[in-house]
């Protein structure tokens, strides 16, 4: 690789993105830090370099600007998946408040969300069909490959790729965002960065700018809480200053959890205030809000300003052929702004008020904002929970609670003295005297400007900031009757590539077949009171302090040469090691307990992830469990003899004998069984019982095809399944064969969902019944079990589901035959909240509000299910981009009331709530497994 010439720092930040570099000399720690200018469009034609690139994406439509409009001083090369022609930065966000529905924001809140997607073309959210979208790790890769763009043009003998690069991530980013910003750099071509935590980033400029006199002014400062609030997110981070032999040494030494809480927040909370005065009570779309949104922030960062004026006027162009006759303003005073600010979202709280939890969270633009937006309650929470290291730090055996000394402020919130001066007196009020404020005389740059200083003291340059780990790192074991157990294979605190071998458990893992262990992750001192987190410990689980990861991942690959025969497995036994990288993630790998160098890689793995249910392999199985597993595996063993023919007839009812009703089953009972059902698939064939059994209680078993770590495994080996087809066809086994791929449908990719639609759709298109043996054969095959298949695969297009969706209204409406299956699966399909697809692929709401009037017009009390289609197409997420007009909600409320349906179905129209036991069996055709958490 080419020796770099430069250090560079990236703060790729959710509203602005900046970068630093400082040229590499023998005489590094004297040399400047500066701001790279970058160049982006401002307007038509006009390009300019300025220290800030806003992080916004506008996607033109087709013609709306020619070629000479966006060309930049380079010849633009998009990144792989990338439009060619999307506007970045200045101009990007200006056309954003002008027009609808084309502005792609907040891309790293996306990629730290962990409720869609984060590989699909999702943005803009609040796009329209017409538009373009990209990925959140595509959108951030192309503001990462603009500035590449920009520093090439500048520097083309040092190209960006051959320089050291620092890019920054919130100190609470989790593994999956850690990992898909890496592959964002990847994509934009910059394969080898480094990433930093912004509070240290921050911490790291301060101290680059006091060099000579950071021990003196740091020697009665011995705990400091960096507080950066940016565009998206709150983080937190506690520095210990201690002086050692009269040098200094800075450890991080407590990390928050993530909290979408930010500017964007407060920008939100005005564009309501906007909104309302706009439109008397009624609500904008998404798309005009996001507009509105863009006039807010302005106006806030005008009126937070140390000489705002005493009011701002908000102007909402209308759009299309009304652009002028449909402008409206309104204005927002500096009073207005001050209160929603200074008591919304920085109260005078004190120090034992925590967040409000039981509150819904904010959701808007499908983005999940926390519950409470009072950051100074979340600032308290946080110093709770950092009490025992606050405690050492400040050397205090005090009762009273451990307050920082010291406060070190970042983010664009901060530009404004009104709020630095609120926080200030917060902390102040807490600690029962004045913190010492540390200056940051330019919140909008350090961050980058501190990822160059992290550069130099990574090369000895300057003071390195210990801390290692920011949270520790769990093994989840779970129990069955009992609280499950973590145990902790890496302690915060442990530094970069020092890897910790897990001696005190062995795993017998077999050769050839995928493992997975799931693991948690904290950010507490002290899980259980007076109890420091080691290596090794097992610890009770907490919900509240526990975080789940995705699955860890990895397929130990078999000897090549074994003469083993092909039934017989290879095991081998091997320890879990772990380790800290250099670039910030956890790299964890099974090592054999016989040869050290015999080493398997885990990946950490996305898809699946809608369950915190974990690995079973270590669990105890009951002696019932294994009674009904040795009947079902004497059933379906390769010893025809083995089993009494008669009882292959009353399996279900021995079962239940065993087992107790299978509603009681649990998740664990349910894989446990499958598993054993597994193994016996071919013999399945056997007799006309030994299929409807199979299929029948598999399918009951492996619902809903996700939940558990090693659940896409057990689909890769029955996915074939599909292709052998039935053995003994008739209306009741197709029945059973329908309804065990909708049970299991949730475990399905994209493409074999496809599949199967492609195989009922000539049954279930309206014009089958015109062609006789169509007719048939769509009857003969349980026509209402395909319906209800369709219905339940929700990773099909939108436009697959606005089809099925119009096929299953029209036959509701003009035939009584399967009348209640059609409204159910309308329902299904047209559901506000999916049961395990990506938010993106839900049904538009404008498509919604168009089959509503219909629905409203049919008799409810005479068929219920029409009442309950209406409902999971009107339940409110609290999401305007998914949920229906208010006036049409309105109308179905009126509706519900004077109609004979259960009072909970009112709420789930009116508010945002979960679905009960009873209405969940309801719309998704079975209850969930009990035991199974589906992660919102």
């Known amino acids: 690789m080419t020796t770099p010439q430069f250090l560079v720092g990236i703060d790729l930040g959710t509203t602005n993105t900046v970068v630093a570099f400082c040229e590499l000399t023998d005489n590094l720690q004297q040399q400047q830090v500066e701001l790279f200018p970058i160049d982006q469009l401002i307007g038509p034609g006009e390009v300019v370099r300025k220290p800030l690139l806003p992080s916004f994406r506008y996607h033109p439509a087709h013609h709306q600007f020619s070629p000479s409009d966006t060309t930049l001083p380079w010849h633009n090369q998009s990144v792989e998946g990338d439009l060619d022609n999307a506007i970045i930065g200045e101009w990007a966000r200006e056309l954003g408040a002008k027009v609808e529905g084309r502005q792609v924001s907040s891309a790293k809140s996306w990629l730290s969300h962990t409720g869609v997607d984060r590989t699909q073309p999702i943005l803009p959210w609040a796009g329209a069909n017409d538009v373009d979208k990209v990925s959140p790790i595509i959108a951030s890769a192309s503001y990462l490959n603009h500035i590449r763009q920009a520093w090439n043009y500048r520097h083309p003998s040092h190209p960006l790729e051959q320089q050291e690069v ?459 469990v294994r009674h009904a597993q040795e009947l079902i595996s004497r059933l379906y063993s390769g010893n025809k003899t083995s089993a009494d023919p008669k009882e292959i007839k009353t399996l279900n009812k021995t079962l239940e004998k065993t087992l107790g009703k299978r509603e009681t089953w649990d998740f664990t009972t349910l894989r446990h069984l499958f598993d054993t059902f597994a193994l016996g698939r071919k013999r399945r064939r056997r007799s006309e019982q030994h299929e409807k059994h199979w299929f029948r209680l598999a399918g009951y078993t492996l619902r809903p095809g996700f939940g558990a770590p090693t659940d896409s495994w057990r689909l890769e080996q029955i996915w074939p399944i599909y292709q052998q087809g039935l053995q003994f066809p008739s209306h009741a086994s197709w029945s059973d064969w329908w309804t065990f791929w909708r049970r299991i449908a949730g475990g399905l990719d994209q493409e074999q969902q496809e599949t199967l639609l492609a195989d009922i759709a000539k049954y279930l298109h309206p014009g089958a019944a015109r062609n006789a043996k169509t007719g048939k054969d769509a009857q003969d095959k349980s026509y209402e079990a395909m319906v209800r298949l369709a219905a339940s695969l929700e990773h099909l297009e939108i436009d697959d589901k606005v089809l099925l969706a119009t096929w299953f209204m029209k036959k509701a409406l003009n035939q009584t035959e399967f009348q209640s299956a059609h409204w159910w699966a309308l329902g299904r399909l047209g559901s506000r909240v999916p049961l395990y697809g990506s938010a993106h692929n839900v049904i538009p709401r404008e498509q919604i509000e168009q089959w509503l009037p219909k629905l409203l017009e049919q008799d409810w009390n005479e068929e219920q299910m029409i009442a309950f289609a209406t409902v999971m197409m009107c339940r409110k997420t609290g999401d305007r981009t998914l949920d229906i007009r208010d006036d049409l909600r309105d109308s179905v409320l009126e509706k519900l009331t004077h109609s004979k349906v259960p009072e909970s179905w009112h709420s789930l129209v009116s508010e945002v709530k979960e679905l009960s036991e009873s209405e969940s069996k309801r719309a998704y055709g079975d209850a969930l497994p009990s035991g199974l958490i589906l992660l919102q």
């Open 166 to 624: 620092v890019v920054t991530v919130p100190a609470s980013f989790d593994e999956s965002a850690r990992k898909f910003t890496l592959e964002a750099a990847k994509l934009a071509g910059l394969a080898h960065i480094l990433l930093l935590e912004e509070p240290q980033a921050v911490c790291y400029d301060w101290y680059a700018r006091h060099l000579d006199s950071a021990q003196e002014e740091l020697s009665h400062v011995p705990l400091i809480l960096v507080c950066d609030v940016g565009g998206g997110t709150t983080d937190l981070s506690l520095i210990s200053a201690q002086m050692n032999n009269d040098s200094l040494s800075l450890d991080r030494i407590g990390v928050g959890d993530h909290l979408m809480l930010g500017g964007d927040n407060l920008d939100l909370a005005l564009a309501h205030l906007s909104e309302q005065r706009f439109q008397q009570n009624k609500k904008l779309n998404a798309a005009s809000l996001t507009k509105l949104i863009q006039q807010t922030r302005k106006a806030k960062e005008q009126l937070l300003s140390s000489d705002a004026p005493e009011q701002v006027k908000i102007t909402l162009l209308g759009s299309g052929s009304k652009l002028l006759g449909g402008t409206k303003s309104v204005e927002l005073s500096k009073q207005e702004v001050h209160q929603i600010a200074l008591e919304g979202f920085f109260p005078i709280s004190q120090l034992d008020d925590v967040p409000d939890k039981r509150r819904s969270a904010m959701v808007e633009f499908g983005l999940p904002y926390v519950a409470d937006p009072a950051v100074s309650k979340h600032i308290a929470e946080f110093i709770h929970q950092h009490q025992a290291v606050s405690r050492q730090a400040l050397h205090s055996d005090d009762t009273r609670p451990a307050v920082p000394v010291g406060l070190l402020f970042n983010g664009g919130v901060f530009n404004s003295d009104l709020i630095r001066s609120r926080l200030t007196e917060l902390l102040s009020h807490w600690r029962g005297e004045a913190v010492n404020v540390l200056d940051n005389p330019h919140p909008d740059w350090s961050v980058a400007l501190g990822a160059v200083a992290y550069g130099k003291a990574r090369r000895g340059a300057q003071l390195k900031i210990g801390g290692g780990a920011a949270r520790s790192y769990f093994l989840h074991l779970p129990e069955k009757k009992q609280r499950s157990k973590a145990l902790c294979l890496l302690a915060k605190g442990t530094e970069e590539s020092h890897e910790i071998r897990l001696t005190s458990r062995r795993f017998s893992l077999t050769l050839g077949e995928p493992v997975r262990f799931n693991l948690l992750t904290s950010t507490h001192d002290e899980i259980q009171p007076g109890t420091k987190v080691q290596n090794g410990l097992l610890t009770p689980v907490d919900a509240d302090k526990f975080q789940p990861l995705p699955p860890y991942i990895t397929t130990l690959a078999g000897d090549d040469n074994s003469e083993l025969q092909a039934n017989q497995k290879q095991r081998v036994e091997v320890q879990l090691a772990c380790q800290l990288t250099e670039v910030g993630t956890l790299k964890m790998e099974c090592v054999s307990t016989e040869d050290d160098n015999q080493r398997w890689s885990l990946e950490f793995e996305v898809r699946g992830q809608h369950s915190d249910s974990l690995s079973l392999d270590q669990q105890e199985i009951s002696n019932q």
